[in-house]
């Protein structure tokens, strides 16, 4: 075993110290933080760094939590988590309440649980297992944990990189892997298309036109075309869905002029977000549906009231297998676990569609929890996947900032 393995493995929190990581994990999921309702959790996260002895702890302008360590003579390294949760919309399905935070069987239950509080807590003790040796990192380890990353992903890391001026030369998402390695990701384009009709009196349909029939016939459409999309031999099939319809009209008894439906696209790659809506624009003039193809736009201010506007359109990114930063996580895991780790990508979408799919910094993913149970009420997260991403984390950073054998 080398010496810089043999370092890593040094790195393990003994048993005290995983006692605290899993308290502090539970903690944050029984801090209700909401998209662009982050302020209470964001207060809890810079106390426990301070408490812990981070020497440089900020929250920037639009209320991200940013702390930095190492002697800033080398490459940057940004670890990133959001702290936000989607909503609950029935609490009563959950197996716990889901603000609950119960741990039963070393098991954490609850909301944010995989997403994505247990990375947020393990970065953090993984950092920690640092603080002796920041004079030995040749270069600075950045802590982000960032906000209104559900509704928008890559908007919150792209104001600390635009805005605050942190330069990652290389970016370790926190989004579960399911303790494997992600290299990639489809990307995502939200599409809003406003069907057009004519009101009248719902006790004479036939003097207007009923923009919900039309919109019928595009959903049936969209439906259609689900099967001719494209598909990448690593991140798989390009796919769309209606996700949601409104209409509007003057009354329940009048023939509604508007019907509003939004669809989620998935891009594969190969694929482009002006692709995308040329072949939607392309299918409503063959069916002659009498609508307008827009990509939303995200302008909901934050926690602290600051406002950054996103057009809610992402690419697909992957990351070369063979790149040095896989190879360095890999080498990360297989050090501390004992085992080469699997290499494959997201089914969902990731920050990493600002910071690999615009900005070409390279970015990886590694993190506790099952990918599949993000979203459900079956979120749930085993104690002992926290320690070993804590230990990783810890791994990784003196991997590419310390260097040598250690």
């Known amino acids: 075993m080398s010496g810089q393995s043999a370092f890593i493995r040094n790195l393990e929190l003994e048993w005290a110290t995983a006692q605290d990581l899993y308290r502090f994990a539970q903690q944050l999921v029984q801090t209700p933080s909401p998209s662009a309702g982050e302020g209470d ?12 002895g981070f020497p440089d702890v900020r929250v920037n302008a639009m209320g991200s939590v940013i702390a930095t360590l190492g002697n800033g003579r080398g490459p940057t390294l ?14 009563e399905s959950w197996p716990h309440p889901p603000l609950a935070g119960v741990i039963d069987d070393g098991i954490l239950y609850g909301l944010g649980a995989i997403d994505m509080k247990s990375a947020i807590a393990s970065m953090v003790y993984g950092a920690r297992q640092l603080l002796p040796y920041q004079d030995q990192l040749n270069g600075t380890l950045v802590l982000a944990f960032v906000v209104q990353e559900e509704p928008c992903e890559g908007l919150a890391v792209r104001v600390l990189i635009e805005e605050d001026g942190i330069r990652p030369d ?7 892997t399911g303790l494997q390695i992600s290299r990639g990701q489809r990307g995502r384009v939200m599409f809003r298309i406003t069907v057009k009709g004519e009101a009248s009196h719902g006790s004479q349909p036939d003097l207007g036109r009923n923009s919900i029939y039309a919109a019928a016939r595009l959903v049936f459409s969209i439906q259609l075309m689900a099967d001719e999309l494209p598909r990448d031999s690593f991140l798989g099939p390009g796919t769309i869905a209606v996700t949601g319809i409104e209409s509007r009209g003057a009354s329940l008894n009048a023939i509604p002029d508007r019907c509003k439906v939004y669809v989620d696209r998935r891009l594969t790659l190969g694929e482009t977000v002006n692709a995308a809506q040329a072949q939607l624009e392309g299918m409503i003039r063959r069916e ?5 193809v827009e990509i ?4 909901e201010p934050s926690y602290t009231g600051s406002v950054h506007i996103a057009r809610e359109a992402h690419p697909a990114w992957v990351l070369d297998r063979n790149h040095p930063l896989v190879t360095a996580l890999g080498q990360t895991i297989a050090a501390v676990r004992n085992g080469t780790p699997d290499i494959g990508h997201w089914p969902f979408s990731t920050a990493g569609v600002y910071t690999m799919g615009q900005a ?10 099952d990918p599949n149970l993000v979203h459900t009420n079956r979120e749930h997260v085993h104690l002992d996947d926290l320690k070993t991403a804590a230990h990783v984390y810890a791994g990784m950073a003196a991997s590419l900032l310390m260097g040598g054998d250690g």
């Open 360 to 369: 070409t910094i390279p970015t990886v993913g590694f993190g506790p929890g």
């Open 78 to 91: 940004l670890y990133d988590a959001h702290m936000d949760t989607v909503s609950v919309p029935v609490p």
């Open 296 to 299: 939303t736009t995200y302008n």
């Open 41 to 52: 959790i964001a207060a809890l996260i810079v106390g426990h760094l301070k408490a812990l």
């Open 170 to 176: 290389f970016v370790l998402l926190g989004n579960a």
């Open 288 to 292: 002659d549906i009498p609508a307008i």
